[in-house]
């Protein structure tokens, strides 16, 4: 479905006509999954900065893959899958970013994608190219980043009170 969208974009704009869709596959790839599913590129900045050495050390070695949208590393490292206090914000930030994102492109304040780019680019690059250029569509990508570090951040507190309070009953 998102490649046919994409497809019904792209005849558009080699046409000269306005764009059809504003989802096609590129609209969740750069806008709503920055950093991987989830939106995993907030927890990873708050990750590499956090008191937990252990939190720490994983959110260091997961940035670079997370700003090349790939989250393995914190996904199975902090970690994310079957982490009860981290399920929230893996499902709501998306949300966030996806309704902040449609309104955008609604109301013409950023372009709508219509090129399939790489998906390992950077998440303002990648959002640059998909919609032809349009700089405002980086500084969408930032700004849903911020979103997604806010959304996380009580959840990883509270995770990380719970590893650091491990930690001081085990030694």
Request: glycine share 10%.
């Amino acid at each position: 479905m998102w490649l046919v969208l994409l497809d019904q974009n792209i005849a558009a704009a080699a046409a000269g006509q306005p764009l059809p869709n504003i989802a096609p596959e590129p609209f969740f790839q750069w806008f709503v999954f920055i950093g991987g599913s989830g939106a995993t590129i907030g927890l990873v900045c708050l990750m590499a900065v956090s008191r937990c050495a252990y939190l720490r050390g994983v959110g260091r070695a997961a940035f670079l893959p997370g700003v090349c949208n790939i989250n393995e590393p914190v996904i199975f490292g902090a970690p994310v899958m079957l982490n009860p206090l981290l399920v929230a914000p893996f499902l709501a930030g998306p949300v966030l970013m996806g309704v902040v994102t449609w309104f955008a492109m609604q109301f013409g304040l950023v372009a709508k994608p219509y090129i399939l780019v790489p998906w390992t680019l950077p998440g303002p690059v990648g959002a640059y190219l998909a919609t032809g250029g349009d700089w405002r569509a980086s500084v969408l990508v930032l700004v849903n980043a911020v979103l997604a570090t806010v959304v996380y951040f009580p959840f990883l507190r509270a995770y990380e009170r719970k590893l650091l309070k491990e930690q001081e009953e085990s030694q």
